[in-house]
């Protein structure tokens, strides 16, 4: 099967060099499906190739494919009439985007923003649809992960009620590392000003004490980050919170046993 690669990661003829090195199991949903599951999958897993900027979907969009990520940050974001954005939830290899493809309400009135270059293999509706008709691990894992994605959505709406921007920062830079294998992040501070919904003044603001501190580097639109085990500590509760709550839910031992499947699920789902 020839990836699906965007203009950007193909050569002339049309391969994609990006996949050379690349398995569906780089996600750890799909590594911690028993083997004789996931090879049943595997023809039906169509591989991408999405760079920094570009939508998975947009608002409204209806969402005929489930998107595994195995590289790269991706945003859900509400945008408003007025074109004001917010985000509610950053997804990377330890999930999926489009969970409306199996929700049963086929779109969501949000878009999915590709924040570092993307990578990873979907699944279409249809076929997922076939998943959920019979008793596997598969629909238990994305249900598990929808709760997880809720926990994270209602607190990242907390937060933003109730902290200041330097923890929102913190969470952010955090949360966006935890999912990236990248040792430098490209964004504004105007982008970012726009995901956490506050003022660019005030990310400058708090960008510089945490830099001034020595936690983090900022230098024309790229942020590195110099001693994370300081930056946890200034950062507020909610990035715990959501952290844990993954890993309690995406535990394969525990969905294997719930499911009563046995098998080969050895790979740990463990959140960084």
């Known amino acids: 099967m020839r990836p699906s690669c965007s203009a950007r990661f193909a050569f002339e003829d049309g391969t994609c060099p990006a996949f050379e090195q690349r398995t569906p199991r780089q996600n750890r949903l799909l ?9 049943r999958l595997l023809p039906n897993l169509e591989p ?4 920094r900027g570009w939508k998975v979907h947009g608002a409204g969009d209806r969402q005929k494919h489930l998107h595994f990520l195995t590289e790269g940050v991706v945003s ?3 945008v408003t009439r007025n074109g004001a954005a917010t985000e509610f939830a950053l997804t990377g290899n330890e999930g999926v985007v489009g969970v409306a493809s199996f929700l049963g309400g086929e779109s969501m009135p949000s878009e999915a923003l590709v924040l570092s270059d993307a990578h990873g ?6 076929v997922l649809a076939g ?6 691990l598969l629909p238990r894992l994305l249900l598990r992960y929808t709760q997880a994605l809720i926990t994270q959505t209602g607190q990242i709406a907390a937060c933003t009620r109730l902290h200041s921007v330097d ?8 949360s966006f590392f935890d999912r990236s294998s990248s040792t430098e992040l490209t964004v504004t501070q105007e982008t970012l000003a726009g995901l956490l919904g506050v003022r660019r003044e005030s990310v400058t603001e ?8 020595g936690l983090i580097h900022c230098s024309r639109g790229h942020i590195a980050v110099l ?3 300081r930056l946890e500590a200034r950062v507020c509760e909610c990035y715990g919170v959501v952290k844990r709550e993954y890993q309690r839910l995406l535990q394969p031992e525990d969905i294997v046993d719930d499911a009563g499947v046995r098998g080969a699920c050895r790979q740990s789902l463990t959140f960084a």
């Open 76 to 78: 859900g974001l509400y």
């Open 227 to 229: 001693d994370r085990s």
């Open 167 to 174: 923890q929102q920062v913190c969470r952010w830079i955090l």
């Open 131 to 136: 998943e959920f008709s019979h008793d596997g």
């Open 206 to 213: 708090a960008a510089g004490k945490l830099q001034e501190a």
């Open 48 to 51: 991408f190739a999405l760079p």
């Open 121 to 126: 293999y979907r699944l279409s509706a249809n």
């Open 31 to 39: 590594a911690a499906l028993p083997l004789w599951e996931y090879e």
